[in-house]
T-cell receptor, first 116, second 118 residues
Framework: AQKITQTQPGMFVQEKEAVTLDCTYD???????LFWYKQPSSGEMIFLIY??????QNATEGRYSLNFQKARKSANLVISASQLGDSAMYFC?????????????FGTGTRLLVSP | DAGVIQSPRHEVTEMGQEVTLRCKPI?????LFWYRQTMMRGLELLIY????????DSGMPEDRFSAKMPNASFSTLKIQPSEPRDSAVYFC????????????????FGPGTRLTVL
């Protein structure tokens, strides 16, 4: 079974608009963490935002926010005021368990294209 | 402050040759991860180390792949013999794992090594 599911292979958004990238996860462990990474065409993986399963509030980092709905097991990334530089692949990832070891499982990614 | 350093950035080799990929994690980090990224399989964790000890190598595809971490500042991923299906981008990442529930330790990725096996 897929641990992380990203159902949108590609998304288009106009500059300055907001966009939501979907991510659902599957775990029976009460302790887990969810991460979003950005991979521009240059190839590097850039960490964007983190949400812990025990966090009471949705995570925010600048223009990035995470819409965390625990009961639905979803952790959607919201990018506000899109910029051309936001065009990239976006990966959702999950860390399970209370081990201190940060093994991540990644989704298949969503390609975001921001148009002028 | 230097990030994760990987070498070489690009490697082209012929089938059957030995390939060694190198990684220097961020100083102070105690966990190191090797990933492989392909179009078909996405981003896969191959192996990870904690305090230089391999914790989980269940993602290593087969015996042709081996990884070592002789000290806290260096790791290698070796493929011997290489095959065309090993062509991929190989990422090394590091983090500091302090443990505890809900511990937040982002992984910092290196720039990757693009491997092409002809």
């Amino acid at each position: 079974a897929q641990k992380i599911t990203q159902t949108q292979p590609g998304m288009f958004v106009q500059e300055k608009e907001a966009v939501t990238l979907d991510c659902t996860y599957d775990t029976s462990d009460p302790s887990y963490g969810l991460f979003w990474y950005k991979q521009p065409s240059s190839g590097e993986m850039i960490f964007l935002i983190y949400q812990g399963s025990y966090d009471q509030q949705n995570a925010t980092e600048g223009r990035y926010s995470l819409n965390f709905q625990k009961a639905r097991k979803s952790a959607n990334l919201v990018i506000s005021a899109s910029q051309l530089g936001d065009s990239a692949m976006y990966f959702c990832a999950m860390r399970e368990g209370y081990t201190g070891f940060q093994k991540l499982v990644f989704g298949t990614g969503t390609r975001l294209l921001v148009s002028p | 402050d230097a990030g994760v350093i990987q070498s070489p950035r690009h490697e082209v080799t012929e089938m059957g040759q030995e390939v060694t990929l190198r990684c220097k994690p961020i100083s102070g980090h105690n966990s190191l991860f090797w990933y492989r990224q392909t179009m078909m399989r996405g981003l896969e964790l191959l192996i990870y180390f904690n305090n230089n000890v391999p914790i989980d190598d269940s993602g290593m595809p087969e015996d042709r792949f081996s990884a070592k971490m002789p000290n806290a500042s260096f790791s290698t991923l070796k493929i011997q013999p290489s095959e065309p299906r090993d062509s991929a981008v190989y990422f090394c990442a590091s983090s500091f794992s302090a443990g505890g529930p809900n511990s937040y330790n982002e992984q910092f990725f290196g720039p990757g090594t693009r491997l092409t096996v002809l």
